[in-house]
Structures are given as C-alpha cells and as structure tokens.
C-alpha cells in the first residue's frame, strides 16, 4: 500500500481536537489491512471508499508501537482507493 495524498480538516477547542482525514492510497496488491500510525488518536470511524464502493473498516487498539489496524470483512482490492478517518 503506498500513500499518494492526504487532505485532513482538524478542530481545536477546550484542550482537545477533533478531525477528519482522507488518505489517497494505492493498493499494489490485494489487502485485508491497512496499518496506521495513530499516537494518541481515539478514531471514532474509517471506511474505504471506489467509486461507488464503500467499504466500513473495523478499528484495533493501538498496539505498543502505536500502530492500529483498519480491518476490513473484504479484502481491498488492487488499485487507488481513498481512506476516511474520523477522530
């Protein structure tokens, strides 16, 4: 999986933040998670978006070396996919 772009919207109030990121990702082969960096983030929700495809991804706890798994019931497909993260 190869990152391609992100575009991220990020609200900062009362000591906390809020936000909303979409990652451009190519898919080089076929996968059934995505790994991701998340130091201190609580994601309330991820999907994987073709086309008209949407995909809902089930979210791990963050494991000691901060990373968490967006898990799908299906595989991703090969190909350019966009992930929508809200925390």
């Given at each position: ?13 009362g ?44 979210i ?28």
């Amino acid at each position: 999986v190869e990152p391609r772009e992100y575009r991220a919207r990020i609200t900062i109030g009362g000591g906390e933040f809020e936000g909303h990121i979409e990652i451009d990702i190519d898919v080089t082969e076929d996968v059934a998670v995505l790994w991701l960096h998340a130091a201190e983030l609580l994601i309330t929700e991820a999907k994987a978006v073709r086309g008209k495809t949407v995909r809902p991804l089930k979210i791990s706890a963050p494991r000691s070396d901060q990373l968490l798994a967006l898990v799908g019931d299906e595989e991703l497909h090969a190909g350019r996919w966009t992930v929508l993260i809200e925390y």
